[in-house]
């Protein structure tokens, strides 16, 4: 190799060297900017999916207060009703009787599937709407404690106290009781019968009350 060409070695070294300098700050912007429209693109999606859920919840809690408006407005129309003599294992309520099922006799915690040990209840109670009661509109109310939903997969106990009462109104259904006199109603955690501070009062709380009274306008169905 001449003298003249190791002189010029550095200076190649050093266009080489400066090449790759002038190159690199441009690829890293690059994948900065594709790095940051990735993540807007997420956030963007987070947040529709955020504004989606709280407009689902608003319209399950719009829901919720009309139904327990409507509970309340029953009751009331109850309240103003003769107490009439209910058979064996239930109470007296206006224009009828009510009987609550603890959840331990109809279902496995968190569930929605009829034990088979429950059937024999529902039997009984069907023998009784379709006797003593066999002009009366039959309300079937699911409730629970105040527990919040963690392993079974219902968005909450709204969801799983009207799953329950759904449940015990297609046993009723199937076993003769005429489907135009019931009615399907979730109450959650909202009508406990005791306070929710013990685990036997939350026992207590998971129940399934069914009413039977007299058809009225508010039920849509005529006597």
């Not at 997420?42 to 399950?60: C, F, G, V, Y």
């Not at 529902?122 to 309300?139: F, Q």
């Amino acid at each position: 190799m001449t003298r003249f060409a190791m002189s010029l070695m550095p200076l190649c070294f050093c266009a080489v060297i400066a090449a790759g300098c002038a190159t690199t700050p441009k690829a890293d912007v690059a994948a900065l900017e594709d790095r940051n429209r990735n993540l807007s693109a997420q956030l963007n999606k987070a947040r529709a999916d955020l504004d989606a859920e709280r407009r689902a919840r608003a319209e399950m809690d719009q829901r919720l207060a009309s139904a327990i408006r409507d509970v309340d407005d029953l009751r009331g129309q109850l309240s103003a009703r003769p107490v009439e003599p209910a058979p064996a294992g239930w109470t007296a309520v206006p224009g009828g009787g009510m009987i609550a099922i603890e959840e331990n006799i109809l279902f496995q915690p968190g569930k929605v599937t009829l034990r088979d040990e429950a059937r024999k209840t529902l039997d009984g109670i069907v023998s009784t709407l379709e006797g003593e009661y066999a002009r009366k509109d039959i309300m079937v109310f699911g409730h629970t404690d105040d527990q919040p939903i963690k392993k079974s997969g219902w968005d909450d106990n709204w969801q799983l106290s009207t799953e329950r009462a759904l449940a015990v109104v297609r046993y009723l259904r199937e076993h003769g009781v005429s489907p135009d006199r019931l009615v399907a109603a979730g109450v959650g955690e909202n009508r406990p019968r005791v306070p929710n501070n013990t685990e036997a009062n939350r026992l207590s709380n998971r129940r399934v009350e069914i009413f039977a009274i007299d058809a009225a306008p508010r039920t849509g169905r005529g006597k």
